[in-house]
């Protein structure tokens, strides 16, 4: 399964950014799409899930910010990110889920200025 992540960037405190996850082939075999994140010194941590059934799963620290969702037609999922803060700061990480097992995508980096 290859992730192609893209839409990274540098967006003030407070801003919005759109991040987005294409695969080539359909995410409905997919048994979820996701993002991850992590920032310097800290480990990997679960952002936003989205299951092939449609069920979401959010980080207590992004729920009520940000979003996930995805376009079937383009095979590609998104993280509408909304009042971004400094602690969002972090490389992105698009995850996959296929039969058993778990893929990863580059990251995509994320900062946050105050």
């Known amino acids: 399964v290859q992730l192609q992540a893209s839409g990274g960037g540098l967006v003030q405190a407070g801003g919005s950014l759109l991040i987005s996850c294409a695969t080539p082939?359909?995410?409905?075999?997919?048994?979820?799409m996701g993002w991850y994140r992590q920032a310097p010194g800290r480990q990997r941590e679960l952002v936003a899930t989205?299951?092939?059934?449609?069920?979401?799963n959010y980080a207590d620290s992004v729920k009520g910010r940000f979003t996930i969702s995805r376009d079937n037609a383009k095979n590609t999922v998104y993280l509408q990110m909304n009042s971004l803060k400094p602690e969002d700061t972090a490389v992105y990480f698009c995850?996959?889920?296929?039969?058993?097992?778990?893929?990863w995508g580059r990251g995509t980096l994320v900062t946050v200025s105050s």
């Open positions: 995850a996959a889920g296929y039969l058993s097992s778990d893929y």
């Open positions: 082939g359909s995410i409905l075999n997919l048994r979820y």
């Open positions: 989205l299951t092939r059934g449609g069920s979401t």
